[in-house]
């Protein structure tokens, strides 16, 4: 077979297929599907993944490959049918759907150059591109624009002066040690040590050594076991004596750690009945997919554990997905106490490199079980026995760029493939995965007890506004105070939650309410204290806080909204006494802080911790007694018809923080809305009642569960052109729909402008549409021109998270 069928990267609609190469001569066998390649294509060379080998092309005069970037393939089989699904189910380009898959660092790098042509004569050339050249026929394209105008480039590359090239570099760094070893045998040894001249001791030093040592050795260990130089290795090393060889390592970012191993618990009767089943099915590889519904401290993750125990005796895999957030190091921990280094763990806080090693210990089948955040559902591995996704609400695990692909649905589609079960875990399961086990489309389970019967934490719920009337002007209400004090003085923790999200620091005026937005974006200014400065979150546009108001010129223009740093200040001031540990982007951000904060609070070096989101789940002290919510509400005004699960969701999570072992715990939740359903409803706990109701509502709206729902965001500079070209997708893609299909729009975005581009937006409800990806497929081909050119964008998300 000398033909590769070749996806090239080039994320354009006309070339997301494979294209014919030949496969030169001395490569003929060793190009394998699922490896990358350099191409030709057009005047470039650029990357390629192979899917596909065969002995006949219907196209004459193929061009051949240049040569591999791998020498094993980097996508195997089923991922090469993964990225097929992936492209039809998500309207994304081949090329994107294979990317995702492999790590970062695989990821090629295009490095673009400038180079002057052989023909052209440098003395004749303009100044700035003598400038450029000095002394070398290639520089780099940022040397090159620092240098000469764009479009002085332009023309001297038009006359065939200069040209622009693409040189593919590969980021892989592989970490490598040098070792030292030996070809000869014992008897070859003794004689060539007998050879060497009586005064070459240190040589025959080290030939003693190999002649009681059949492993090669880490060239730094041999120089200071035997206290000689390089230059005595390097002598034997000429004298064909001993060989050197790089060995890898794997960077391992949890190497220094010592996790004390953890024996299987003696299950209790719930957990019993939920992992029967799940066992069953891994014994018959049945694909079958399980809905986990446990309470907070129910004991999901032991649950998890015992499956992947019996994965492993059967010689399978697991893959464990968690969201970044709750990938904390207490969470890590579980995984290699139980398994040890049969673990491999991928998230964000890991380099590329580390990523990168991580990845190639599931690929040569080094590891078992993999811990990771979204991505990770893309493990190599070839014999999966079960896919777990804890948390499985999460929101996180939706991909908002191109391939927009939700791990769920990923995970369901490998289990297909591998014959094997998926258990989707969660306290607070999405309504969607719900609704689908009470169909019977999921296996529901449940576990409705915390541990040791612990009952769940009470909870309060108080009405700020109430407070306000009450002359309460402080960010904490009467209750919660009295509360903090009475733990402070019991010397037992706090956590304090502050919902960030959706919570910008605005700068408002007192006097007239003038807002201050950013030019560009129809959304207001986020104040950042430590330089007084306001940023766009969306466009990155940046100024200095104004001191009186644009508007009305008052000096009564402040920031509005609770930081976690203004929470921290005012701690301080009404209990000085407390240690606040305040964990936020802010004190996060260096690698490992995050576990150091996590260390201290755990060892009682401070009474209250003090967060975000990042708090939110999976912390599991046992001195945890009070959780406070200061703002409840923040996230229920926002333009989505899922702000109400996501508040129960989160309300219920960081309750579950509370009272998780002996001690009891109490939850303080503040609102300015404490009627809402969604709140009164987190406050008891109930998520069955809870998921009732949300379920009329959304019948009553048409939204998910009761419909799915598919968005098309079209975006412009020009006002008009945005609204007459969504105006057009809008009637295209209604005339493809049936009766009872819905199309909304155009309409404006809720952000209607981000980074000067106006958008617009058509909102698709639907119940059972076939032919609905080949029509959306068919409308983005049609503006292919305009989105190429560049003044167009449109983006289509199929089952969107995000509406705005
Ligand atoms: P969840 O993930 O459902 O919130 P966890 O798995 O964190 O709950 O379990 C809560 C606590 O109960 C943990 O400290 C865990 O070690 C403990 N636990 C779980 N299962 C058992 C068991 N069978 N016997 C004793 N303790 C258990
Ligand atoms: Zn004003
Ligand atoms: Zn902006």
Redesign the pocket.
Known sequence: MNIASIVVDVPARQIDKPFDYLIPDHLIGMIQPGMRVIVPFGPRKIQGFVTGLKETSDYEQLKALIEPMDLTPVLNKELLALGDWLTETTLCYKISAYQVMIPPALKAKYEKKLKLSSKANLEELPFDIQAIFNNQDTVTWEEAVKLSSLSLLQKEAAEGNVEIQYIVKDRVKKKKLKAIYTKLSKDQLSIEKENLPAHVVKQKKVIDFFLHSDEPVEMRELLSALGVTSSVIKGLIQKKILAEMDIEVYRDPYEDRNFTRTEP????ED?EDSIRPILASIEENKKETFLLY?V???????VYLQSIQKVLQKGKEAIVLVPEISLTPQMVKRFKGRFGDQVAVLHSGLSVGEKYDEWRKIQRQEVKVVVGARSAIFAPFQNLGIIIIDEEHETSYKQEENPKYHARDVAIQRSLKHNCPVVLGS?TPSLESYARAQKGVYKLLSMPKR?NNQSLPSVDIIDMREELRDGNRSMFSRTLLEKIKDRLEKKEQIVLFLNKRGHSSFVMCRDCGYVVNCHNCDISLTYHRFNQHMKCHYCGYESVAPKHCPECNSEHIRYFGTGTQKVEEELSKILPEAKVIRMDVDTTSRKGSHEKLLDQFQEGQADILLGTQMIAKGL?FPNITLVGVLSADTMLHLPDFRSSEKTFQLLTQVSGRAG?HELEGEVVIQTYTPEHYSVELAGEQDYRKFYAQEMTVRKIHKYPPFYYISLITVSHEELLKAVSVTEKITAYIQSKLSKDAICLGPVASPIPKINNRYRYQCLIKYKREPDLNKSLKKMLDNYQQEIISGGLQISVDVNPFILM
């Open positions: 618990l003696p299950l209790t957990q446990g907070t401290g129910s004991g999901k993750t032991e306290a541990m599991d998780r």
